[in-house]
C-alpha cells in the first residue's frame, strides 16, 4: 500500500489512489462500503484540556487458517494510528471487562455494553480479517458506546496480505472520522529534505515517520519539496541541471518525472514553485532585474502572470485553500513580513506586525490559519494567525529555533523542523500545542511538506 516515489527514473508504479469508498493500490481495489450513524460534533482540537475519547480495540477475529500474523500487525497499526491522532485514547485491554477477541462480525453476539461503559469506553472497535497467501479482506465496524453501542460506522478493505500495516492506518483514520466528521492523518505521508546520506536529497515517510525511503539520489541540493493536490507527485527545486535551480518533479502514476516548464522563458533562476489547490497552476519564486518575485503560471507551461512588482525579495507563497489569494514573504517594509494578495495580483496587504523577522506561511486546509515562523530573540518560533490578522499566537515555542510549518490534510496537525535536539529534526504536533512527536532521527531534517489524503 506505502508505494515509495522512483527515485528519478521511469515512471513511478502504479497511484495510490484512496476515495471515499476506497483504496486503489498497485492495481488492487480496497473497497470500502460504508454505513455511517449520525456523527458527533467534532472535536474542539484547541481546547488546552483533556478533551480525547477512550476507545477499546478488540483483537479482530480471524477468518482463515495463518492470519494470525497479519492480524497481529493490523492490530498494532490501528492501535498506533489512533494513538497518533490526538483524538482517541486506546484502552489497555487488560483493563477490559468484555471479550479481548471480536466476535465474528456475521454472527448475532450481543455486545454486552455496559462491560465496555464501566472502563470509560466511548468506543470499541470490532473486527474480522481474512488472510490468503496474497490476499486480505477486512471487516470491521466501530461502536458508539455512549449511545448503547449503535454501530457508528462500518468497512471493509480489501488488499494484498502485505498491506496490513497501512489497512490499519486506514481503519483508525476512519473511526477517526466515525466521531469527528473528518478522518485521521495516520495513513499520510510527509515529504522533507535531508542529508543523511550525505547531500540533500527528498525523502518521504508515513507521517508517524515509519516507512522512510529516499525519493531523489542526484546528489545535488534539493529543497523545497511541494506535494500535488492528488498525492501523485512532488514538485522540487534542485541545483542538478546546469548547476542552477531548476524546478523536477517526482511522479508516480501517469504523469511524467524529470524537470518541468522546460521551454518556459524565466526572467531569470526559478527558485521554488507550489502547487495551486486544484492543481492547475503553480506559484513560482523567480529572479528579476536583480530581486525574487512571485508569479504564477499554468501547469503546462502558459499563462504567465508577474503577481510582484516591487525592488523588494519576495519568496514563500503560499496559496489559500480556495484558490483565490497567495500568503507570501516580502521585505518592503525593511524586514520579511507576512502579505496576502489576490491570486491575480493586485495590492498586497500586511499580515503580521508582530516580530522583526516572520517568514515560510502555511495556509492550514480548512482556511482558518496560517502558520508561520517568527524570530524571538535569537532563534524562530511557529506562531498561527487567521488570515485578516485579527487573532495572532504561538504555538510552539523553545529556546532553539522551530522552522517551516506545513498543516496535515485534516488542519488538526501540522509539522515542522527544530534543532530543539542540537540538529534539526521534524517533529509533528497537534494544533493545540499538544502531542508533541518527533518522527527523524537521523541527519539533518527540514523542509517537511505534508502530503494530501491518498486517493
Not at 550525505?198 to 522512510?212: I, N, R, T
Amino acid at each position: 500500500m506505502a508505494i515509495p516515489l522512483q527515485p528519478e527514473g521511469p515512471a513511478m508504479s502504479s497511484a495510490i489512489r484512496r476515495g471515499r469508498v476506497g483504496l486503489l493500490v498497485s492495481g488492487s481495489l480496497l473497497a470500502a462500503t460504508v454505513a455511517t450513524g449520525q456523527p458527533r460534533s467534532p472535536i474542539d482540537v484547541f481546547d488546552p484540556r483533556d478533551r480525547t475519547l477512550k476507545v477499546a480495540v478488540q483483537h479482530f477475529a480471524q477468518t482463515s487458517g495463518g492470519a494470525s500474523r497479519v492480524a497481529d500487525e493490523l492490530h498494532s497499526n490501528i492501535l498506533g494510528g489512533l494513538n497518533f491522532s490526538g483524538i482517541f485514547t486506546v484502552l489497555d485491554e487488560r483493563a477490559f471487562l468484555g471479550p479481548v477477541k471480536s466476535p465474528r462480525l456475521g454472527a448475532r453476539a450481543t455486545v454486552p455494553c455496559s462491560s465496555w461503559r464501566q472502563i470509560g469506553a466511548d468506543a470499541l472497535v470490532q473486527g474480522e480479517v481474512q488472510a490468503s497467501a496474497d490476499s486480505l479482506k477486512v471487516r470491521f465496524q466501530v461502536l458508539d458506546v455512549s449511545r448503547g453501542c449503535r454501530r457508528q460506522k462500518s468497512n471493509q478493505f480489501d488488499a494484498k496480505r502485505n498491506q496490513a500495516r497501512r489497512v490499519g492506518k486506514a481503519i483508525a483514520d476512519d473511526v477517526v472520522a466515525a466521531f469527528t466528521g473528518r478522518p485521521g492523518v495516520a495513513d499520510t505521508e510527509i515529504a522533507f529534505v535531508s542529508n543523511r546520506g550525505g547531500s540533500k536529497e527528498v525523502h518521504v515517510m508515513d507521517a508517524d515517520g515509519q516507512q522512510l525511503r529516499g525519493a531523489t539520489r542526484n546528489r545535488s541540493i534539493n529543497s523545497f519539496p511541494d506535494w500535488s493536490p492528488d498525492g501523485s507527485a512532488i514538485l522540487y527545486t534542485t541545483y542538478r541541471h546546469r548547476n542552477r535551480p531548476t524546478l523536477f518533479l517526482l511522479t508516480r502514476g501517469r504523469k511524467s518525472p524529470g524537470r518541468i516548464l522546460r521551454n518556459m522563458k524565466a526572467p531569470g533562476a526559478l527558485y521554488r514553485g507550489v502547487y495551486s489547490p486544484d492543481g492547475g497552476r503553480l506559484a513560482l519564486v523567480m529572479s528579476k532585474a536583480g530581486a525574487t518575485e512571485i508569479f504564477t503560471i499554468d501547469r503546462n507551461g502558459g499563462g504567465l502572470r508577474n503577481l510582484t512588482r516591487s525592488r523588494a525579495i519576495e519568496v514563500s507563497p503560499a496559496w489559500s485553500p480556495d484558490g483565490r489569494r497567495i500568503a507570501f514573504v516580502s521585505d518592503r517594509s525593511g524586514a520579511p513580513q507576512i502579505y496576502v494578495m489576490s491570486a491575480e495580483g493586485g495590492a498586497p496587504r500586511r499580515l503580521t506586525y508582530n516580530g522583526s523577522y516572520n517568514t515560510s506561511p502555511t495556509w492550514s486546509p480548512d482556511g482558518q490559519w496560517i502558520a508561520y515562523e517568527s524570530r524571538v530573540g535569537g532563534q524562530f518560533d511557529i506562531w498561527l494567525i487567521d488570515p485578516e490578522g485579527s487573532t495572532n499566537q504561538p504555538l510552539v515555542t523553545h529556546r532553539r529555533s522551530d522552522e517551516h510549518p506545513s498543516f496535515a490534510p485534516d488542519s488538526r496537525k501540522l509539522a515542522f523542523s527544530s534543532t530543539r535536539r542540537g540538529r534539526a529534526d521534524i517533529y509533528v504536533v497537534d494544533i493545540s500545542g499538544a502531542n508533541l512527536r518527533r518522527v527523524t532521527d537521523r541527519g539533518e531534517n527540514t523542509a517537511p511538506d505534508w502530503g494530501p489524503y491518498r486517493r
